[in-house]
């Protein structure tokens, strides 16, 4: 008989070949396969492989003959937790996180139960996804939880705000005032790191975008009296501006996301605009596309170098 309130997971956790049942907070009964999950958990693994009947081992009840392991978390958790957990051939929808309180979940449980496979998806989605909230919370979490890998990344990604710790949260209550003394310091050596990129243009030569960008027929479109290293002469004035621009923004905000917002990106296309060698050269956006991409690409390598010390 099925006790009262509680349902079946919908597809794939509710196979009939399964062998064993987790059990979610909101009385959701997952029918899994044992062996998955000690594929993905070494947690599962050695708690799968205890005798069934011991004391020790935290089962409800059984259910259809099926041994029952309740867990603390809720359904909407545990389902993300499986869809990392099984093979695509088993379970094809692939899995994802869907923004920092998936993100905060996936972390507490790849911490909980030795889920690599979810630690290292929210590693991936820190790295690409400039969009992910707050990731100064996500910061003291993973430091709460000694993920050095995602301690970093997120650090990483909090670099493109410029005030990410200007408000109180929960999460920074579980952490000691040395993670929080530690995230502010490695943003000051950030800035110490990438400000000088935008003066010593070591990184900018040897191509035909660099010389697209200090030479032009057009000699009110020059800057002369520019400020860098490395035998640049001239400049084209709107292209200082947006290099100024990313400057200043990059003092307060050193992240490789900087040179690519679209608001600057596309006032530097438009004063370019404005002269017509460089107009009828349609080099413009190219050369803005890859230049963006060479100082990006810069800003990680600096940005790379920074070190940030954890205890764990
Ligand atoms: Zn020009």
């Known amino acids: 008989m099925q006790a009262y309130g509680l349902r079946d997971a919908d597809p794939p956790f509710n196979d009939i070949d399964a062998d064993i049942i987790l059990r979610s907070s909101d009385k959701v009964d997952f029918h899994v396969h044992k062996l998955f999950l000690s594929k993905a958990s070494p947690f599962f693994r050695d708690m799968v492989s205890l005798p069934q009947t011991n004391d020790s081992f935290p089962v409800d009840e059984a259910r259809n003959g099926l041994f029952v392991l309740p867990l603390e978390e809720d359904a909407s958790a545990i389902d993300m937790m499986l869809r990392f957990c099984y093979p695509r051939s088993c379970c094809p929808e692939e899995p994802h996180l869907d923004g920092f309180d998936d993100l905060k979940h996936a972390m507490q449980m790849a911490s909980k139960y030795q889920l690599d496979v979810m630690e290292r998806a929210v ?121 100024e621009t990313v400057k200043a923004e990059l003092a307060v905000a050193p992240s490789k996301w900087a040179p690519a917002v679209p608001k600057l990106l596309s006032s530097a296309i438009e004063a370019a605009a404005v002269c017509p060698d460089c107009r009828a050269s349609h080099m413009i956006t190219p050369a803005m596309t890859f230049m963006c991409k060479r100082l990006s690409e810069e800003i990680e390598l600096r940005i790379s170098k920074v070190e940030l010390k954890t205890p764990f």
Not at 189 to 209: E, K, L, Q, Y
Request: net charge negative; with cysteine.
């Open 123 to 243: 590693l991936l989605r820190l790295e690409v996804d400039p969009e992910v909230q707050h990731p100064e919370r996500l910061y003291a979490t993973a430091w709460a939880l000694g993920l050095r890998d995602v301690v970093l990344a997120a650090a990483k990604l909090s670099l493109r705000h410029p005030r990410p710790v200007d408000e109180e949260f929960e999460e920074f209550d579980d952490i000691p005032a040395t993670a929080l003394i530690r995230f502010l310091d490695y943003r000051r050596r950030c800035v110490d790191a990438v400000v000088p990129i935008m003066t010593d243009f070591s990184w900018f030569h040897g191509n035909d975008i660099a010389e697209f960008l200090t030479k032009c027929s057009n000699m009110s479109c020059l800057d002369w009296n520019i400020n860098v290293d490395n035998g640049v002469n001239s400049i084209k004035k709107w292209w200082w501006d947006y290099i």
